[in-house]
């Protein structure tokens, strides 16, 4: 890699994925959130001059078509979202320098910028190609305007994006047999010039940059495929009016595509920051611009690290594409700094399956306050439940284990009862030097702490407290200070102050995760000021030598509590389903990665089949003995299935609608004589048999073993 360690030299900017101004946000929407602020925290903390922003996406079709049907401007829409948004994140401690919106002036501005520069450098031309159209409404269908059958793997797709299927980004006109979403009749395609960003003259770039990406993993290999493949030159107008209108006359009737906008908005709302706080305290242009792309050589890699700042995206994994193709390609263009790391997470599901916003489905994120839990038991969930790119699944028994066991059992108890020591015995720290031991186990947990931030891990770094905690617990256990107070008073110091340092340790580290938390820690160890403004190496600074009686951190969440909140969700789920049968309302919300459109059952098939016929699949019952994710495959999962007469490797769309770690054990039933097939190089000898879009997987109901007949 060319990047040296955080922290640099430059200033970095962390970013997050718009949130798309259409619906309520709920707890799985908030994950990448959560990721960016312990991110940007944890940077700080090191020393890294930072600047972490965001803001609302605005434009595309989805906000005028859910705009239309309220009978409201697609701004009054758009603008009510992106005003709840900015509320609900300092809800959950995430504190974004600036954030923004794509519609404001800074944004349109600088796209419209960008896109002059784009042009001048001969990167944008013209191209009649053809693009949707309803005749009987007599208006052209952009992106969601249109449904059909992705070219690629055939699946349903709408728009712009091949969401059930492959994930691809989809052109327009690429949709076959499409359908107007406005009256449901075929569409037509027509004829239309439009312009084009030509992303296939950066290939050679963007295979190079590719190489130098950092971050997680999928993200560095998932764009592999498109750019080593055919690059498509990318169609950067629509026919509508909502958007930020294409620079100059020519872009009367044309806006810009909402992707060339929205990624820019990283950009306005850092510009927006420095406004606001001055170039003294954080430079946009200095983080931004590249310095030397008109003095070098291009792709030299020395220059790349010595000139402009370090960004780091933070996104979820069905943005990758956008992220590290069309956006570096679009900077590189312009003369802007590439990002230096993409950080793309998993999915989140609710008990093992996909957070559905049209079935109220869903932990929303001013329900889950208003149930009283603080804001940062939920960040720590979601930042340290797996690794940042594997998928998170929620439950609130799941959630209540880790809180009882890790924030209760582990760090609280460890806190508690240490300060309360302390201010029992010494009424506050004692008078003593901190421990070697203790002093190398802390300088421990900050290398596990900074080591995860440079691996772009944010349970690592979270976890680096935790883990320091347990090393509290047992070096307590193990010196029974109990015991030494009257027999070796200094002893007991000694064990009691060592304990203190840990303390102030946990929450010089454990802050970026539990900012609220942490800041109640620092004034029970009576320090000054906001926990905010550490450094790393105040974790090695004595405490005050008194403070007052420590109350517990964390609270434990009960059974019953659990069970009623359990009762409350399946009761709404079945509420929502039973009124959906009347109303035919739509909630549908644009960031959901499940596909949740109402339930429009097809009609049964009008051929019948012989007995005979059905006969020759040879059905058969299953158990799953192991599952797991395919690289590069948003939904696929490969599952190791016995049949009793054999194992069987079966490739299956069930990724993000299961929690694959809790799949083990599941009777299922196969189609055992299905010819092979071979999906992202996975080879699956059978198919697994589930229910609708969720995937809801058969299984048998009584104790039918593996490899009887289904008959
Ligand atoms: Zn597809």
């Known amino acids: 890699m060319s990047h040296e360690d955080f922290p640099t030299e430059n200033p970095a900017v962390v970013t997050c994925g718009l949130p798309y101004a259409n619906g309520d946000l709920h707890i799985g929407h908030l994950r990448t959130y959560v990721g960016g602020d312990i991110y940007s925290r944890s940077l700080r903390t090191l020393g890294q001059q930072t600047a972490f922003v965001s803001g609302s996406d605005m434009h ?39 954030y923004g919106h794509t519609h404001d002036e800074t944004n349109t501005e600088l796209t419209q910028e960008i896109v002059r520069t784009l042009e001048a450098e001969g990167y944008v031309y013209e191209k009649e190609i053809p693009v949707a159209y309803d005749p009987e409404a007599d208006q052209w269908l952009p992106d969601r305007f249109v449904e059909g059958a992705c070219p690629y793997c055939g699946a349903h797709a709408r728009g712009d994006e091949c969401d059930e299927g492959c994930g691809r980004h989809l052109e327009p006109g690429e949709i076959e047999e499409p359908t107007s979403t406005l009256t449901g009749n075929p569409a037509e395609y027509r004829e239309r010039e439009h312009k084009f960003f030509a992303v296939s003259d950066l290939q050679e770039y963007l295979q190079e940059f590719i190489d130098r990406l950092e971050g997680t993993s999928n993200a560095q290999n998932q764009p592999r495929e498109w750019i080593e493949g055919e690059l498509q030159d990318w169609c950067i107008t629509r026919d509508m009016d909502w958007g930020i209108d294409y620079p100059g006359d020519e872009g009367d009737d044309l806006v810009l595509y909402v992707w060339v906008d929205a990624p820019i908005e990283y950009i306005s709302s850092t510009k927006q920051y420095t406004e606001r706080v001055g170039a003294d305290t954080f430079d946009w242009e200095a983080a931004w611009k590249d310095a030397g792309v008109s003095e070098s050589d291009a792709g030299s890699e020395a220059r790349r690290t010595e000139s402009g700042g370090d960004i780091v995206h933070i996104i979820g994994r069905d943005i990758i594409q956008h992220h590290t193709v069309f956006w570096p390609a679009m900077l590189r263009g312009a003369g802007y700094v590439e990002p230096r790391a993409v950080m793309a997470s998993g999915f989140i599901t609710l008990n093992g399956k996909g957070f559905s916003t049209s079935r109220n489905r869903a932990v929303w994120a001013d329900e889950y306050l208003d149930e009283g839990f603080h804001p940062d038991l939920l960040r720590y969930y979601l930042a340290t439940n797996g690794g940042f790119q594997q998928d998170v699944d929620f439950s609130w028994s799941k959630f209540k284990d880790r809180v009882n066991s890790e924030l209760v059992g582990t760090v609280g108890n460890f806190l508690y009862r240490s300060m309360l020591f302390a201010y029992r015995n010494f009424e506050g720290t004692p008078d003593a030097d901190v421990s070697e031991e203790v002093e190398a186990r802390i300088e421990e947990a900050i290398d596990e702490f900074e080591a995860g931030i440079n691996d772009y891990s944010v349970r690592q770094a979270g976890n680096a407290a935790v883990r320091l905690a347990q090393f509290g617990n047992e070096y307590i256990q193990r010196n029974e200070p109990w015991k030494l107070t009257d027999e070796d008073p200094e002893a007991a110091a000694q064990v009691i102050r060592d304990c203190v340092q840990i303390a102030k340790a946990i929450a010089v580290l454990f802050f970026p995760v539990a900012p609220g ?46 069970e009623e909140l359990n009762e409350k969700l399946e009761a709404r789920v079945a509420e929502t389903e039973s009124e959906s049968d009347e109303s035919d309302e739509d909630a549908e919300n644009d960031m959901d990665a499940d596909s949740d459109a109402d339930i429009d059952f097809e009609p049964i098939a009008d051929d019948r089949i012989s007995f005979e016929e059905f006969q020759d699949l040879d059905i058969r019952v299953g158990e799953i003995v192991a599952a797991e994710g395919i690289d590069g495959a948003d939904k696929l999962a490969k599952l190791t299935v016995d049949i009793g007469v054999e194992e069987r490797q079966i490739v299956a769309g069930i990724k993000q609608l299961h929690d694959l770690d809790a799949l083990s054990g599941t009777k299922v039933i196969i189609v055992a004589n299905l010819e092979k097939a071979e999906l992202f190089g996975v080879e699956s000898n059978g198919m697994l048999l589930a229910a609708g879009d969720e995937a809801d997987i058969l299984t048998t109901h009584g104790d039918a073993v593996p490899g009887t007949k289904v008959q």
């Open 60 to 98: 595309g079709t989805p906000v005028a078509v859910n705009a239309e049907k309220e009978g409201v401007t697609p701004e009054e829409f758009a603008l009510r979202h992106h005003e709840k948004y900015e509320a609900t994140f300092p809800r959950f401690n995430i504190e974004f320098d600036n």
């Open 517 to 562: 938390k942490m800041q109640a820690l620092w004034e029970q160890l009576g320090e000054d000021g906001s926990v905010t403004d550490t450094a790393v190496d105040d974790a090695f600074e004595a405490p005050p030598a008194s403070f007052g009686e420590p109350e517990a951190l964390f609270e434990k969440i009960e059974d019953e509590r659990v």
